[in-house]
């Protein structure tokens, strides 16, 4: 979900109709093992202080799972001595290009109290609001300060291929841009798999990408669905299932979009969820005066599960390039 300039990459979106259900286009799990259970029917306990970007990676299944959480854009609060974590050695759970500043960890959820943006009721809550002004003064100068808002991601929690899925009521208004994605747990970029991105200028098309390393640089493959639907007014699921020869993406276990599996998408990828606020010189887009604060995403559920033929599946060999 890094910003995107049409002069930086290559999206081809193609809007279609969701189609119409059949058993080949239906998602079936049968078979497959559940890896992670993340029901937010209780708060979930948060990962204490900053992401260690060096951590080992663990499976998705480990038994001490947690996640990391943190406030978008992720910085040093007013009164703190230094930027934290150290410049040097943050993680950008953003955009993987070590440059970014959207570093979850669980202690600036604790820190912001009754003002984080990250919160629990029944769902957890992802809430994008105008930026506290007190909090502007501990803001880098070089990042935005108009808005902050919620992201989580599971690193270094991992898993190579599956099915991943995400519960939720989108927000809506211009500049809002939710997403469900997958990083590689190595932390390069490209590749990135983008479940579910939804701009709220449109708030009934689902776009569905891969990032990857094409011919003339990096590319964005994308596909927009029309779905029909107001994707803020009720609870819908969104889903990948990405094996070792094509990945499958669903829209309430429909099939929406399909693209074989580049070479560069054979290794473990963690999980991110977030809702950002856009600019006006990127994809997402800038609010105006019609979007309404505060803008939350209600996440009931994410889950994830792993096929026995993926889990099988031999290491890949990249083809060479000639």
């Known amino acids: 979900m890094p910003n995107r300039s049409p002069l930086l990459v290559l999206f081809s979106v193609l809007l279609v109709a969701v189609p119409a259900w059949s058993a080949s286009t239906r998602l079936s799990l049968n078979g497959a093992q559940e890896t992670l259970v993340q029901e937010f029917t209780a708060p979930p306990v948060w990962r204490k202080g900053a992401l260690d970007v060096y951590a080992p990676r663990k499976p998705l299944s480990d038994p001490n799972f947690s996640w990391a959480a943190g406030y978008i854009w992720n910085h040093g609060l007013v009164g703190s001595k230094e930027v934290w974590p150290a410049r040097g050695k943050r993680f950008p759970g953003w955009t993987s290009n070590r440059n970014a500043n959207s570093d979850p960890n669980g202690d600036m959820i604790e820190q912001l109290g009754a003002r984080s943006p990250l919160t629990w009721a029944e769902t957890l809550n992802f809430t994008a609001t105008p930026m506290p002004k007190d909090l502007v003064a501990g803001i880098d100068p070089r ?180």
């Open 143 to 322: 990042d935005p300060t108009g808005y902050m808002s919620a992201s989580i991601t599971s690193f270094p929690y991992s898993q190579r291929y599956g099915v991943f899925a995400m519960v939720a009521k989108l927000p809506g208004g211009n500049g809002i841009w939710p997403a469900f994605w997958l990083m590689p747990v190595d932390r390069s970029w490209p590749p990135e798999i983008d479940i579910m991105e939804v701009l709220g200028r449109e708030g009934k098309t689902l776009y569905t990408t891969i990032h990857v390393n094409g011919k003339k640089g990096k590319e964005a493959r994308g596909h927009g669905t029309e779905t029909g639907l107001d994707l803020s007014a009720n609870f819908h699921e969104y889903a990948v299932d990405w094996g070792p020869k094509e990945i499958k993406w669903y829209f309430d276990r429909k099939l929406v979009f399909t693209q074989p599996t580049p070479d560069e998408f054979h290794k473990p990828f963690y999980v991110i969820a977030n809702v950002a606020v856009g600019l006006p010189d990127n994809w997402g887009g800038a609010p105006d005066e019609s979007t309404r604060f505060p803008a939350t995403m209600k996440v009931k559920s994410i889950r994830a599960w792993q096929r026995p033929a993926y889990a099988k599946a031999p290491k890949h060999k990249a083809k060479t390039k000639k």
